[in-house]
Nanobody, 125 residues
Framework: QVQLVESGGGLVQAGGSLRLSCAAS????????MGWFRQAPGKEREFVGV????????YYADSVKGRFTISRDNAGNTVYLQMNSLKPEDTAVYYC??????????????????WGQGTQVTVSS
């Protein structure tokens, strides 16, 4: 049974940092891309970034480029989202997701095969 479990969310002041983790289990993910999405109340789920598990290549949404970094720990089957210089508009539930390769559209939530339950990030002004 595939499981993606996010952790690390919380409350932080604007300008602060958080690191989210996504622990993956239940299968081999070497042929997957791992994406991060977020959803604020009343808004659609939004692409944040993605990493290829095999070669570590990354791609980010313009809104987070230069502030957020995605990395992976192959040995631990864990993907991380390091978030720096956080802004109130980053407040959302953050989800990790797995997409079987090849991926044609990194930023489309509907293409992802597995999802975690989400973790809340709240940035106060």
């Amino acid at each position: 049974q595939v499981q993606l479990v996010e952790s690390g969310g919380g409350l932080v002041q604007a300008g602060g940092s958080l690191r989210l983790s996504c622990a993956a289990s239940g299968r081999t993910f070497s042929n997957y891309a791992m994406g991060w999405f977020r959803q604020a109340p009343g808004k659609e789920r939004e692409f944040v970034g993605v990493i290829s598990w095999s070669n570590g290549g990354t791609y980010y949404a313009d809104s987070v480029k230069g502030r957020f970094t995605i990395s992976r720990d192959n040995a631990g089957n864990t993907v991380y989202l390091q978030m720096n210089s956080l802004k109130p508009e980053d407040t959302a539930v953050y989800y990790c997701a797995a997409h079987r390769m090849p991926v044609s559209k990194w930023n489309v939530a509907g293409g992802y095969d597995y999802w975690g339950q989400g973790t809340q990030v709240t940035v106060s002004s």
